[in-house]
């Protein structure tokens, strides 16, 4: 079956930096599109940058343009989510997955998720 294992999430300030990583498996991921979702509590689970197949083209939500930059491993089935210039608003537990467009859909069984907290 479909795995899904985020990792890389933490509490760091304002302005610091994460890695997160996701480790795919039971599909042929270098046939997605695969994205980084993030949901906070009361608020739907939104799409925050994805990437193409082969890596790429990339795409941002416009909240974490500039701060933020995906990228994927082919070879090792993993995809990354470098976080930069953090701020508060980014507090959310993160998600990947392959990503339907256009409606930005979810293809995949959820994984756990990993917990970003940015707090002083």
């Known amino acids: 079956q479909v795995q899904l294992v985020e990792s890389g999430g933490g509490l760091v300030q304002p302005g610091g930096s994460l890695r997160l990583s996701c480790a795919a498996s039971?599909?042929?991921?270098?046939?997605?599109?695969m994205g980084w979702y993030r949901q906070s509590p009361g608020k739907e689970r939104e799409l925050v940058a994805f990437?193409?197949?082969?890596?790429?083209?990339?795409n941002y939500a416009d909240s974490v343009k500039g701060r933020f930059t995906i990228s994927r491993d082919n070879a090792k089935n993993t995809v990354y989510l470098q976080m930069n210039s953090l701020k508060p608003e980014d507090t959310a537990v993160y998600f990947c997955n392959a990503v339907r467009l256009p409606d930005r859909r979810a293809l995949h069984t959820w994984g756990q998720g990993t917990l970003v907290t940015v707090s002083s």
């Open positions: 039971g599909f042929t991921f270098s046939s997605y599109r």
């Open positions: 990437i193409g197949p082969s890596g790429s083209t990339t």
